[in-house]
């Protein structure tokens, strides 16, 4: 109720041109994009490692082109020895007006396929289709778009290969009447403790350690891998923990991520439950409702676009030792709960 009023409170002083409840265009639909960008892709590709410079380039899809800035990001996917083809930001030079495709996006990420070949594609579907589990069992999370995309530079076509943007902080925390805090560690009593435990709960559902609810790669940049959403600027309870970045896990399974050192497991196949002990309450709960949305999981993963049916195979049978774990209460506790933080 609270956030409800608060959120109406901020609705009637300024209503945004898209209203608070609803995506961005970009985001409204899940039909594939067909996108063309348009620029030194060579260059962006072959300095990736090393550079993360934006490029003038352009953006064209859906009758539209929007001359925008596009660089390289992310740390280990830049990384050579593990992707060929870096992770992308998309940025626009000039705010596209209220009937373009792209209205209210500013700086978009876009996740890429590593390396030119099917495998790689099918990785990348995995990583999005996590997204999407998310997505089923919570709206307060990132919403993603599928495109495909023809990688030009110049005459040439450099390649065609499926995408993913993912859904700005800022435009998620407005969809849902909320803002996104710039903040740094922030102790584990200011966030939801429900939201916390199914964060947690889904985390270890889709395989998931390579995370940080509260705690940030400095202490003054939360969280790793994580967004936290408050009723405003300056909320310190009752904090929305929001995760991305899932192409470390078990579900996902790239070839190239590795296993948390720390964990003393040899696999990222391996589930590790990295909650919180203080929220051991609500997981029964938690997994109840998990439980309750197994078939709606399902078929997420099964209407997964372009995945094959190797892919959504793996994905399912993945998904149902998760279910094994949170069978009944007696499980859940040693599986889960005794191995707490």
Request: net charge neutral.
């Amino acid at each position: 109720m609270k956030r409800l009023a608060l959120a109406f409170a901020f609705a009637c002083i300024a209503p945004p041109a898209i209203a608070q409840g609803e995506a961005t265009p970009l985001f409204a639909s899940d039909e594939i994009l067909e996108l063309t960008l348009d620029g030194p892709i060579r260059e962006i590709v072959a300095r990736g490692e090393k550079s993360t410079d934006p490029h003038p380039a352009t953006l064209s899809a859906s009758g539209e082109s929007h001359a925008i800035q596009l660089s390289a990001r992310g740390n280990s996917r830049r990384l050579k020895e593990l992707c060929r083809f870096p992770p992308l930001r998309v940025r626009f030079d000039a705010k596209p007006d209220e009937s373009s495709l792209f209205h209210r996006q500013g700086s978009i990420k876009l996740v890429t396929h590593c390396r030119d070949s099917e495998s790689a594609e099918q990785t990348m579907l995995r990583e999005y289709a996590a997204y999407r589990l998310y997505n089923v069992l919570t709206p307060e999370s990132f919403r993603v778009r599928l495109v495909r995309v023809s990688y030009r530079d110049g005459e040439s076509e450099y390649a065609r290969r499926l995408a993913f943007f993912i859904e700005d902080g800022d435009d998620a925390a407005r969809r849902l009447g909320l803002k996104e805090l710039d903040v740094g560690d922030t102790p584990l009593a200011q966030v939801d403790r429900e939201d916390a435990a199914r964060y947690a709960l889904f985390q270890y559902m889709i395989g998931n350690t390579d995370w940080a609810m509260v705690l940030g790669p400095t202490k003054t940049d939360c969280c790793h891998n994580s967004r936290l959403f408050g009723a405003s600027k300056e909320a310190r309870s009752a904090l929305v923990p929001v995760p991305y970045d899932f192409d470390n896990s078990g579900l996902v399974d790239a070839g190239y991520a590795v296993p948390n050192p720390e964990l003393g497991t040899y696999s990222v196949r391996t589930r590790v439950y990295r909650g919180f002990c203080s929220f051991n309450d609500l997981v029964p709960a938690a997994a109840a409702r998990m439980r309750a949305l197994r078939s709606q999981f399902e078929a997420s993963l099964a209407a997964t676009p372009e995945a094959d049916a190797g892919t959504v195979a793996a994905m399912t049978k993945y998904l149902a030792s998760f279910y094994e774990d949170i069978e009944d209460e007696e499980t859940i506790g040693k599986k889960l709960l005794k191995k707490c933080r």
